[in-house]
């Protein structure tokens, strides 16, 4: 492999040790600032989108969902993996449809959150789904989540204790709670 520089860091070589639909591993062996050798462990993850579906009613449409990971329910937003040649907008629209029967007339984005920089590679965009219709929900085969509508101050209070513990959903929370208090005229 050709030395190639990554910010101050010399990239000696690069191994794939692990690798599904989902994600790869790869072990980078680079040349330090200093000159010491090293090795960083780097996940990449299909990127993604979450999505703050808010009614007319100021409600929010949170999922609770199993996730095997963490071996526990967690509650958090519609999210799902952007599929290759997809926007992210596009994905956000498609999986709030799919997951939650859905469909919003606005859509704003809240731009974007990398999960974990030191190991991860995942980028997750955010949007918030404004003037909300419900429909049938179109749940991929062997996915299992309950939907369920919270008032929009309630999901701030589950963010501020931990309830919700997902990072992008807590961010775009946060971000739609700043925007739509008219603090941020521009929150991406």
Not at 3 to 12: A, D, F, P, Q, S
Not at 69 to 87: H, M, Q, T
Not at 94 to 99: I, P, Q, T
Not at 126 to 136: K, Q
Request: hydrophobic share 40%; net charge positive.
């Amino acid at each position: 492999m050709k030395e190639k520089k990554r910010g101050l860091y010399k990239l000696l070589s690069r191994k794939k040790i692990y690798q599904n639909p989902w994600l790869a591993v790869r072990e980078d062996r680079v040349l330090r600032p200093g000159g010491d050798q090293g090795v960083f462990g780097v996940v990449e993850m299909q990127a993604g989108s979450t999505i703050l579906a808010i009614n007319d009613k100021n409600e929010a449409y949170v999922a609770k969902e199993y996730k095997y990971a963490i071996d526990r329910n967690s509650v958090e937003l519609i999210s799902g993996g952007i599929n290759k040649g997809e926007s992210p907008l596009a994905a956000a629209k498609r999986e709030l449809k799919e997951e939650a029967g859905l469909r919003a007339a606005r859509w704003i984005s809240l731009g974007v959150v990398d999960p974990f920089t030191t190991i991860v590679k995942s980028p997750n965009y955010m949007f918030l789904a404004l003037d909300v219709t419900e429909g049938v929900r179109c749940l991929d085969k062997g996915e299992i989540l309950k939907v369920i509508k919270v008032p929009l101050v309630k999901v701030v209070d589950m963010v501020i204790k931990s309830r919700i513990t997902h990072s992008a959903s807590c961010v775009c929370v946060l971000k739609a709670k700043e925007y739509l208090a008219g603090k941020r005229s521009n929150v991406a």
